[in-house]
């Protein structure tokens, strides 16, 4: 979750890029309509359990700040701690905790406070507050809906300014709101022209007011202010992975779409750092064979479809820049079809070369189709050596690493030396700019000058910080390639950086997860959530069949059991009928039920096929334990223990 | 971790309370030089280790932030996972999760933004700011440790001032000040008055800036204003828990004691809502027969020391208010010492009736001995209903439970009538307000009056709105018992609050964890962190005894399978000497060492006793994952597994 730069908006902040449908490749999966009654039945169905609510509800609440009940708090905890078991322990990878609170030189250096920006407009009455690409998304759409005479030229219009919103400059965009005479939505008054808003909530730290501080837009910076000490901890080797979960701030300027864009979340996020010179991976092989559903720059700007790549394939072919990268996409793959996302809706959008920030190698998005389009749910960035370099030249501490050479060895060194004589005969107060441009050239451009020099005697060569071209004479450079022994090689690392934007996905895993099914008496719809038991709230049920003392021993004492070895559950002797309960908490997408029939053995019912199965009490909780770990799958259970009755008989 | 009032400072702060230890009742550890040697030993191998740093060192850091590094973070992970375990999945808490960004209106309501201040002088030149509180308690310590010739008054004096400084008030700390001639620390420049400063962090929520808003300094008043959704969500029944781990944020004046006294800390709140009427315990049985070292109020104001009571006589005795309170203790007490405190180095100590919020009925602290004296970690307080009547006055939401009566209940009921013709002769424009007064009377104030009018004809009462007292007669009032059916009761719920600072904690795990034992060869000392598997940071290392392929292979095999276990653990095929790989991994306080030699078996080797056991390689990583969950504990394992060579042979 960064922003970066496009060759219109340098250092544009990366917006959550939810594609229209009409724009997006995939098949429409419904119609409008039909994917609004479809948000509404789940959003319904998660408030009313509690899933989560908007925050503050008795003091009227804040738009874009959420609670997470019980349920979803229970969600959001299992999630965090597959994160960490498949990132952080399978790669070792070093977790650390930063504050949220953060000085401002930090946010100075990686560019949050000059650049971390939305356009905003005033109404100028009201002084009521818009996101300036909003309004003018919404005049489009509205438009292109509702006005039918619209002539076609005017509608091609429309269309591409939707389409290149995203790079428009302020001042594009305040024309156009001008040139369209759009107003506040609520007064019709006059707008402001657009300016940019920082995003970030401002505070001061200390009791004096004079150490300005923000809440961390991201939890990146964290670990990258770190690098030294990280890198020291690994026994100065590459490559190594930091990661970091934890809470992110953006004051946006008038959140919407609920979960998907709110003023605080959850980050996780991963920095791989590693040789640029060799950004191969050891467990590439364990991946390479993922079939996955993939939208390279190329397909978006031919107008084609996402395809199913093979990611080893993508990688050997170049679609995917290295090794690295893709090892991680696989990754994210896993880790987000494992909790429950669908395949089919999942795919990773490469960025356009104009999304891009100009020092990043290659960037991927996981996105997720969820009823508001695919929404931007990971982003995975190789972001070369950016922000190390960024955070060195701020702070004056040099965040590199080195590579010692087991012999010293022999190199070759572009030398190039400025004839000062010359240069200031020539070049007189300009001489010392020019000699610094010279010495700046790349290996490339130094050869060239050379063979041009050597053949033709002079060359014209542009001097940026001059703004022009000055002609440089044979007598006023020296450029040479001499031998030199080097016992080390000092670099500083890239960084691959998979960032996880918590909240969306869970979101999208709530859409995923939801159907509804016939009662059995056929009169209404049942919600369900098809969580999987690794992520699912409460993993199972304990109600006594009948009231009665006994099995109220048992149950308890399958409770107990369950407490011991961690499983979360719920025990219900209230006596209410099997199918309301069932009701209940298929609602809450507990997978299993363990309704107490006998004092030996219990019957389990599992959520989705209503299978049931018959265990003896004192193996039910370590069956339930391991299919909720994810050790075993229902149908290796199903191995041992047969179906007793399934769905059709309930 | 919440303020409270007492009877000099209304709503006083509650702050970290350190008892000096001159004034604790147990016995001295060691003399003061000895503590802050072995503080500093502690501390730089923490640091040195990366188990926490000070945050944003390459640009010089801010006092009060740190950041946990590897081993401390999963420390973190660890102890927050156990919680969980031991509070919220063993009492089917309801856990839930809000946002840090707070309206003002939430924290108007809970008293914070008026009252949740420390009291600040300033350097009147530089503008320095300083704890008007430490300056004084460090000008009385410094005067007591070095002007021996202070006479005995002078010096009883000064004990008295530090003894009572809690309860002083903003003046006569003033007043102190100005009487001892204290003057800035740094440039000694006069300092200004004390005046009081807040200690939250505020910010601005959305772009107009006309939102208010702050980050929380606790977080349980997002769990107050849910309490409508969660009794509904309990089905509406109590008594219940909800619990919310997260960051607070507290804006200190000056920080000092490193991980003590911070900005941003991890808080974890429990909000145990009971009906007034019945706080008794279904599970006090469960922690009764504990005996724990608590320190009653009877105790320190009669200059006892603390003693060791059974948990279960402390309730019946009365010591400890309610069995729910009781229970909590318990409950705080074993979370403690199995995650690694000391037990012998933990106390309960009681507030004292000054230090008590007026509305509060009980309250504990769990007490840790660290080298800065007792240390605050976890309070335990009966807040009755103050929090929830709070926010329904300002809400306007009404925060209550009811109770249904099987069958309807006949109640007498106080009826209080004024005569509102009587009371106007009497007391003209004042009437209403005694009115009022009447009316609000409580039951035992009413009869009270009721006797004295019969048999006095008239009484004197005190009207707080108009500050003094009116004489009532016989003709001016009604009050009498009627009697009432009522089909329910509604009440506010009390609640007790069991509130963790989770790096107070862990920091206290860290002094009682390590010690320091010879080097094989006798030369020098090597750290031990003697944590318990639990919550070690990493659970084992892997290392074949000499390098060479087949040993490689077998201690990646077994790498492999603790990961699928989920145990943490670090792999080392570098060829180190035993004795510097023990060294090192003693120092982050591993637990376990697999050590390869043979391609079948291999070797473990216990932290703390060296004990080594022999274990086949298809069976070890489920013996440390037994021993790392709690499931068993070492002995035994030994049992199963016996030495094969101990300590002494290493």
Same mark, same amino acid.
């Given at each position: 979750?960064?922003?970066?730069?496009?060759?219109?908006?340098?250092?544009?902040?990366?917006?959550?890029?939810? !594609?229209?449908?009409?724009?997006?490749?995939?098949?429409?999966?419904?119609?409008?309509?039909?994917?609004?009654?479809?948000?509404?039945?789940?959003?319904?169905?998660?408030?009313?359990?509690?899933?989560?609510?908007?925050?503050?509800?008795?003091?009227?609440?804040?738009?874009?700040?959420?609670?997470?009940?019980?349920?979803?708090?229970?969600?959001?905890?299992?999630?965090?701690?597959?994160?960490?078991?498949?990132?952080?322990?399978?790669?070792?990878?070093?977790?650390?905790?930063?504050?949220?609170?953060?000085?401002?030189?930090?946010?100075?250096?990686?560019?949050?406070?000059?650049?971390?920006?939305?356009?905003?407009?005033?109404?100028?009455?009201?002084?009521?507050?818009?996101? @300036?690409?909003?309004?003018?998304?919404?005049?489009?759409?509205?438009?292109?809906?509702?006005?039918?005479?619209?002539?076609?030229?005017?509608?091609?219009?429309?269309?591409?300014?939707?389409?290149?919103?995203?790079?428009?400059?302020?001042?594009?965009?305040?024309?156009?709101?001008?040139?369209?005479?759009?107003?506040?939505?609520?007064?019709?008054?006059?707008?402001?022209?657009?300016?940019?808003?920082?995003?970030?909530?401002?505070?001061?730290?200390?009791?004096?007011?004079?150490?300005?501080?923000?809440?961390?837009?991201?939890?990146?910076?964290?670990?990258?202010?770190?690098?030294?000490?990280?890198?020291?901890?690994?026994?100065?080797?590459?490559?190594?992975?930091?990661?970091?979960?934890?809470?992110?701030? &953006?004051? #946006?300027?008038?959140?919407?779409?609920?979960?998907?864009?709110?003023?605080?979340?959850?980050?996780?996020?991963?920095?791989?750092?590693?040789?640029?010179?060799?950004?191969? !991976?050891?467990?590439?092989?364990?991946?390479?064979?993922?079939?996955?559903?993939?939208?390279?720059?190329?397909?978006?700007?031919?107008?084609?479809?996402?395809?199913?790549?093979?990611?080893?394939?993508?990688?050997?072919?170049?679609?995917?820049?290295?090794?690295?990268?893709?090892?991680?996409?696989?990754?994210?793959?896993?880790?987000?079809?494992?909790?429950?996302?669908?395949?089919?809706?999942?795919?990773?959008?490469?960025?356009?070369?104009? #999304?891009?920030?100009?020092?990043?190698?290659?960037?991927?998005?996981?996105?997720?189709?969820?009823?508001?389009?695919?929404?931007?749910?990971?982003?995975?960035?190789?972001?070369?050596?950016?922000?190390?370099?960024? !955070?060195? #030249?701020?702070?004056?501490?040099?965040?590199?690493?080195?590579?010692?050479?087991?012999?010293?060895?022999?190199?070759?060194?572009?030398?190039?030396?400025?004839?000062?004589?010359?240069?200031?005969?020539?070049?007189?107060?300009?001489?010392?700019?020019?000699?610094?441009?010279?010495?700046?050239?790349?290996?490339?451009?130094?050869?060239?000058?050379? @063979?041009?020099?050597?053949?033709?005697?002079?060359?014209?060569?542009?001097?940026?910080?001059?703004?022009?071209?000055?002609?440089?004479?044979?007598?006023?450079?020296?450029?040479?390639?001499?031998?030199?022994?080097?016992?080390?090689?000092?670099?500083?690392?890239?960084?691959?950086?998979?960032?996880?934007?918590?909240?969306?996905?869970?979101?999208?895993?709530?859409? !995923?997860?939801?159907?509804?099914?016939?009662?059995?008496?056929?009169?209404?719809?049942?919600?369900?959530?098809?969580?999987?038991?690794?992520?699912?709230?409460?993993?199972?049920?304990?109600?006594?069949?009948?009231?009665?003392?006994?099995?109220?021993?048992?149950?308890?004492?399958?409770?107990?059991?369950?407490? @011991?070895?961690?499983?979360?559950?719920?025990?219900?002797?209230?006596?209410?009928?099997?199918?309301? &309960?069932?009701? &209940?908490?298929?609602?809450?997408?507990?997978?299993?039920?363990?309704?107490?029939?006998?004092?030996?053995?219990?019957?389990? &019912?599992?959520?989705?096929?209503?299978?049931?199965?018959?265990?003896?009490?004192?193996?039910?909780?370590?069956?339930?334990? #391991?299919?909720?770990?994810?050790?075993?799958?229902?149908?290796?259970?199903?191995?041992?223990?047969?179906?007793?009755?399934?769905?059709?008989?309930?």
């Amino acid at each position: 979750m960064r922003f970066t730069s496009s060759p219109t908006q340098p250092f544009r902040l990366r917006r959550l890029l939810i !594609h229209s449908l009409h724009l997006c490749s995939m098949a429409q999966p419904a119609a409008e309509a039909g994917r609004d009654a479809f948000r509404q039945a789940v959003a319904n169905t998660l408030e009313r359990r509690l899933f989560y609510t908007p925050s503050f509800k008795i003091y009227g609440g804040v738009t874009g700040l959420y609670d997470y009940g019980p349920p979803g708090s229970a969600i959001m905890a299992n999630v965090i701690a597959f994160w960490r078991q498949h990132f952080v322990l399978e790669e070792n990878m070093l977790e650390i905790i930063c504050p949220s609170v953060t000085p401002k030189p930090v946010l100075e250096a990686s560019g949050h406070v000059d650049k971390f920006t939305d356009l905003m407009v005033k109404d100028e009455k009201t002084g009521t507050c818009y996101r @300036a690409d909003h309004l003018l998304k919404d005049y489009c759409n509205e438009k292109l809906e509702k006005d039918l005479a619209m002539p076609s030229e005017k509608a091609a219009e429309l269309k591409h300014v939707l389409a290149v919103l995203d790079d428009l400059s302020s001042d594009q965009i305040g024309a156009k709101i001008k040139e369209y005479g759009i107003t506040a939505p609520d007064t019709k008054n006059p707008l402001s022209d657009p300016y940019p808003f920082n995003l970030m909530f401002q505070t001061s730290i200390g009791p004096s007011g004079l150490i300005p501080g923000f809440f961390r837009p991201e939890t990146a910076q964290g670990i990258f202010v770190n690098f030294k000490d990280l890198y020291y901890y690994n026994g100065n080797k590459l490559p190594f992975a930091a990661a970091q979960i934890g809470q992110a701030f &953006r004051n #946006e300027i008038s959140p919407r779409q609920g979960l998907l864009r709110v003023r605080e979340f959850t980050l996780a996020e991963i920095e791989h750092f590693v040789d640029p010179q060799n950004k191969s !991976h050891p467990k590439f092989s364990e991946v390479a064979t993922l079939e996955i559903l993939m939208f390279p720059r190329k397909e978006q700007v031919s107008g084609q479809s996402a395809k199913i790549f093979q990611l080893g394939e993508a990688v050997s072919n170049g679609i995917v820049d290295n090794e690295t990268l893709g090892y991680f996409i696989g990754r994210v793959y896993l880790f987000l079809t494992l909790i429950g996302i669908d395949q089919h809706r999942l795919r990773f959008r490469q960025h356009l070369e104009n #999304e891009m920030a100009h020092y990043a190698q290659d960037c991927w998005d996981a996105e997720i189709e969820s009823s508001y389009g695919w929404v931007e749910c990971v982003g995975i960035a190789d972001r070369s050596a950016y922000d190390l370099r960024a !955070h060195s #030249e701020k702070s004056g501490t040099l965040l590199v690493a080195q590579e010692k050479y087991l012999k010293p060895k022999e190199v070759e060194k572009l030398v190039i030396t400025p004839v000062k004589k010359e240069l200031g005969l020539a070049f007189k107060g300009n001489q010392k700019m020019v000699a610094e441009a010279l010495e700046a050239m790349n290996e490339n451009a130094a050869m060239e000058m050379k @063979a041009d020099l050597e053949s033709k005697g002079e060359v014209e060569f542009q001097i940026c910080t001059l703004g022009r071209s000055v002609t440089i004479k044979k007598n006023m450079v020296s450029i040479s390639k001499e031998k030199k022994k080097e016992h080390q090689r000092v670099f500083t690392p890239s960084v691959i950086e998979p960032s996880f934007g918590i909240g969306r996905i869970i979101y999208c895993l709530f859409e !995923h997860s939801f159907y509804t099914r016939p009662s059995k008496t056929g009169d209404e719809h049942l919600n369900v959530f098809r969580f999987p038991p690794l992520v699912a709230p409460i993993k199972c049920t304990v109600f006594p069949l009948v009231q009665n003392e006994e099995y109220e021993q048992v149950a308890k004492s399958i409770s107990r059991s369950l407490t @011991a070895s961690g499983i979360s559950h719920k025990i219900d002797t209230t006596g209410t009928s099997i199918g309301k &309960r069932y009701a &209940r908490t298929d609602e809450l997408g507990v997978p299993f039920a363990i309704t107490v029939d006998s004092s030996s053995s219990v019957t389990v &019912r599992e959520r989705d096929s209503k299978d049931q199965i018959r265990v003896s009490v004192d193996k039910v909780a370590s069956v339930v334990k #391991e299919v909720s770990d994810g050790q075993k799958m229902w149908a290796d259970i199903l191995q041992i223990y047969p179906v007793h009755s399934s769905g059709s008989a309930e």
